[in-house]
């Protein structure tokens, strides 16, 4: 049994079995444990080392039970019911063992407690076991070394639910038990110190732990919460569901819940990403800005001197200069004047009205969101193959899967706990190929790694399917049945044989030809891919490659297979299906749809713009064209991840009036005229839908803080002043209108959602169970069938020369996310890495003089910035990484603004750079996690751990 289990107990349930349990006749199946079946009969059994979902290890001895016919007695949670067994769980030598094992674990307990929840002393309670009466052991010293977990082995019962948490279900391969005998002890790598160790901070082990001996830093475990609330995660596209324990109004900590995408785990940020929200730095009343502080593109931003630039107002003032100022642009230049940029981070029901606020209330589409800056390649690519732009798949299908290609992604560091099942599938065989330029921590776990030259996916995805096609490993009924143009790719992909491709993407022509076959003949494959395929000028090219790959092969429509782009933003597949894009309305009918367009003036009666509007980095340009000139921007930080951020900040900055609404005062804020203090994640009620199309239930746990408002009563409030009539009066109101403008969630009521939490669409009519697999039998084109759209060798925009000959490729950071307006803010997560980075090849970085924690300038066309070397191999020579995360080293003020021609995304994977050793890194100032950072710092050192 392992990490899966849960997945397909129904599959090892085994044959019916009659038994006996303390006398009583029960029904059970073979496959199940006497523990698990004793529990659903209503009979306590102590237990220590069981825990449901993880492999059965019986090394605690505090479940004995008693066998009729059988010699000693027998672990519950290690032995399965048979036809006729009779148990005794509370027979005098059952509870004698049961209670000895139980004294001599509380002998070795210390006298202080660290959590609330020890379940040594809990079953002692339950069996009444006094004081121990044996000598205590040898008490380990306490490891604090780590910002987010502190260790204290006084407290380990060697239970190794962490290990097992730590290997099987994270697959970490952090923790182990080692030693012998009474030197037997809980170790992290080498019996390195956890904060020297190579964990990766996702707590998998702290929630496993039942005594303390593993626990969040800074006790947080040992306060009682006033509440729980259960929600999901803030952070990536898969959705985690958790839950928040609330005291006074701030959140203690958080815990995994058994949600349909995460089976109770979290990541790093998931767990320890939650106190920005009682960040001093929190927006707490409007803002507009003083007639001395102009604006400028060129700026040092300082959060702590906000009134140097801005000065407080009434809400009443910031709205009516806000709504004012934006109606009379618009009345004044024009209806396309005006542009609005929604949040990937907000509620279904945020980025559905935003969108109709820009169409009904701007009168234009010039209206998009951080989508364009991820998968709209992507999205362009699956509209026009196979006429949607979500997921075919869930990730969870890759449990299912033979063969899982994951390509262009880094799901470890961007979707970790996705890549948790990725690695349990590998466990259980499923083979896993990685290809990418950038060798990530999932490379470990593949059954072939694919190490490509930068820039060259074509290449490699034509010669894949030039052998598919040559040797005949198509599925010839379902290109038939369920194609069009396959003759023009067959005729394309003749000339990419892997040899002659070989020399140019850097991978052999053999390993080619075996991945290709691989791929093609499975029973079921699967293809994962991210932002590494889509942020490139031929980005839609090479999605385009992935599609025909399953279409030509048939892997797609089926469980474990199928076509999966990990969406980025927690919310950035509902933005979309919301409408928060330029050239569709919501659920992705087209704006110059004659049909649809009228669909929607019908439904929101109002006069609508039939032309698509400007995409985020056109928008840019229009603003120094002059044609844009007041933009309403809500949770988004285009000064920050657009391209050539120094153009995107010289055009906020060139804007007659802007308007942003945020928690904080971001790198755009700070060019507003007007700010509006928002809502952050957990202080708002609203859906939300992860990348396997699930929608899920947000749910309040705080009040806003000051005078900070809702995000729904803003948008609101500015629509009125904009002249639109509207009065939502709850958030489920504004979900009712979705779902009746919107097919694809038509079935999805606001009280299903509120009573079952999670629900996958397509969900056409009320009560259907939703689809978690698509495509099954069509596809939502025209004529049922999808398309083949040949792709050739395209050139990224910028290519190395002389005066820049190495290569940026742009992304995240595990323990920050996208523009770190959050996670900066948190004090665990800032503490991990709280540095500008730039990841360079440690041959690289020799060559050049240099040594790991130098600083580097990094200079491209465009600008240039200085951060701090960290030797690494996971680049190839010649390439060099660096979040985006860092303000003080805003790494988009290089990156090239060229777009893809069809999804208008620019190329961040993918510019031409120089690296030269020196330079002066910003300071940070007080951006980052302030006082409880630094007292996290302070602590740190005294452990005497420092960060290399």
């Not at 040092?300 to 709504?323: H, I, K, N, Q, Y």
């Not at 084109?781 to 490729?809: C, H, K, Q, T």
Request: a negative charge.
């Amino acid at each position: 049994m392992n990490a899966i289990t849960r997945l397909n107990r129904d599959a090892l349930q085994g044959a019916a079995v009659t038994l006996e349990i303390n006398g009583r006749e029960v029904q059970a199946h073979s496959g199940e444990l006497l523990i698990e079946v004793a529990k659903r009969e209503g009979i306590e059994i102590p237990h220590l080392c069981y825990r449901e979902g993880m492999e059965e290890v019986g090394n605690c001895r505090s479940c004995m039970v008693e066998i009729d016919g059988e010699r000693v007695l027998a672990p519950s949670c290690c032995r399965h019911p048979s036809q006729g067994m009779k148990v005794t769980t509370d027979s005098t030598r059952a509870l004698a063992a049961q209670k000895m094992v139980l004294e001599m674990l509380l002998s070795d307990m210390p006298e202080t407690e660290y959590t609330r929840h020890n379940e040594v002393d809990f079953w002692a309670r339950k069996l009444a076991v006094g004081k121990p009466r044996f000598a205590a052991r040898h008490q380990p010293p306490r490891d604090a070394s780590h910002a987010a977990i502190t260790v204290n082995l006084d407290a380990c019962i060697q239970c190794t639910r962490c290990v097992r948490a730590c290997r099987d279900e994270q697959v970490n391969d952090v923790i182990g038990l080692a030693f012998r005998g009474e030197d037997a002890k809980i170790v992290f790598d080498m019996d390195d110190p956890m904060g020297n160790s190579t964990c990766v901070a996702c707590g998998e082990c702290v929630q496993a732990c039942p005594t303390g001996a593993l626990m969040p830093a800074r006790e947080a475990a040992l306060a009682v919460p006033d509440k729980q609330v259960d929600s999901v995660c803030p952070y990536c596209g898969v959705g985690c569901q958790l839950t928040y324990n609330i005291k006074d109004n701030k959140i203690l900590f958080v815990e995994g819940r058994d949600g349909p995408a995460n089976r109770e785990r979290l990541c790093v940020k998931g767990r320890y990403g939650f106190d920005y929200a009682h960040h001093p730095h929190r927006l707490t009343v409007p803002l507009i800005r003083r007639a001395d502080a102009p604006k400028s593109g060129e700026f040092t931003m300082d959060p702590d001197r906000v009134m140097d630039v801005f000065r407080e107002a009434s809400w009443e003032e910031a709205l009516a200069l806000a709504g004012g100022t934006l109606a009379h642009i618009r009345d004044t230049h024009g209806k396309r004047a005006l542009a609005g940029f929604g949040s990937a981070k907000g509620s279904n029901e945020e980025a559905y009205l935003f969108q109709k606020l820009v169409r009904t209330g701007f009168g234009s589409n010039n209206v998009d969101h951080c989508t364009r800056l991820c998968h709209a390649s992507s999205v362009a690519a699956l509209l026009e193959g196979i006429g949607s732009g979500a997921v075919s798949n869930p990730v969870m299908d890759v449990t299912k899967a033979e063969v899982v290609i994951v390509i262009g992604a880094n799901p470890t560091v961007n979707h970790p706990v996705a890549a948790t099942w990725i690695k349990n599938a590998v466990r259980n065989g499923t083979k896993l190929v990685v290809c990418d330029p950038r060798r990530s921590d999932l490379a470990r776990s593949a059954h072939r790694y694919l190490q490509f030259k930068p820039d060259t996916d074509v290449a490699l995805l034509n010669a894949m399917m030039h052998v598919i096609v040559s040797e005949g490993l198509v599925d010839q009924d379902f290109i038939a049945s369920r194609t069009i143009g396959y003759a023009e790719l067959e005729q394309n992909v003749a000339g990419y044989s892997p040899e002659l491709m070989a020399p140019i993407c850097g991978i052999d022509a053999d390993t080619i030809r075996y991945v290709a076959r691989l791929y093609a003949t499975s029973k079921g494959s699967m293809i994962l891919w991210g932002m590494g395929i889509s942020q490139h000028i031929h980005g839609t090219d090479n999605a385009r490659c992935l599609i025909a790959l399953a279409l030509m092969t048939g892997q797609i429509g089926r469980p474990g297979t199928g076509l999966h782009p990990l969406r980025g933003q927690n919310n950035v597949q509902g933005a979309s299906d919301a409408g928060l894009i330029p050239m569709m309305f919501p659920d992705y009918q087209r704006v110059d749809n004659p049909a649809a367009h009228a669909k929607f003036e019908q439904a929101w009666g109002v006069k609508l713009d039939d032309k698509p509007g400007l995409t985020v980095v056109e928008i840019m340009h229009a603003i120094k064209r002059g044609e844009i000139r007041g933009m309403y921007i809500m949770g988004e930080n285009p000064a920050m991840s657009d391209p050539d951020a120094n153009h995107a900040r010289e055009s906020l900055a060139a804007l007659d009036h802007l308007v942003v609404q945020d928690i904080f005062l971001t790198e755009t804020a700070y060019l507003a005229d007007v700010i509006l203090p928002a809502s952050a994640f957990p202080e708002k009620t609203g859906s939300f839908t992860n990348t396997d199309r699930l929608v899920q239930m947000g749910r309040q746990a705080l009040n806003p803080p000051g005078q900070a408002k809702q995000d729904l009563w803003i948008i609101q409030q500015l629509a009125t002043r904009l002249g639109l009539d509207w009065n939502y009066s709850h958030v489920s109101e504004v979900f009712d209108e979705m779902r009746h403008t919107m097919p694809s969630i038509g079935g999805i009521t606001w009280e299903r959602l509120e009573r079952e939490h999670a629900v996958t669409y397509p969900c056409l009519v009320e009560g259907d169970p939703g689809e978690p697999v698509v495509f099954t039998d069509h596809f939502p084109r025209e004529s049922g069938r999808a398309r083949f759209v040949p792709a050739d060798i395209i050139p990224a925009d910028e290519r190395p020369d002389a005066d820049y000959p190495m290569v940026l490729i742009t992304g995240r950071q595990l323990e920050h996310w996208h523009t770190g307006s959050m996670t900066r803010r948190t004090a665990v997560l800032d503490a991990i890495e709280p540095d500008p980075v730039a990841l360079i090849h440690p041959l690289d970085l020799a060559a050049m003089g240099g040594q790991p924690g130098d600083v580097v300038t990094i200079s491209s066309r465009r600008g240039q910035v200085a951060l701090f070397a960290r030797a690494d191999d996971s680049s190839p020579r010649g390439a060099v990484f660096v979040p985006f995360c860092y303000y003080e080293a805003a790494i988009n003020k290089l990156t090239n603004a060229a777009l893809d021609p069809f999804g208008k995304i620019p190329e961040f994977k993918y510019c031409a750079i120089r690296v030269a050793l020196g330079g002066e890194v910003q300071e940070q100032g007080s951006y980052g996690g302030g006082q409880v950072l630094s007292a996290i710092r302070d602590a740190l050192a005294v452990e005497g751990v420092a960060k290399s």
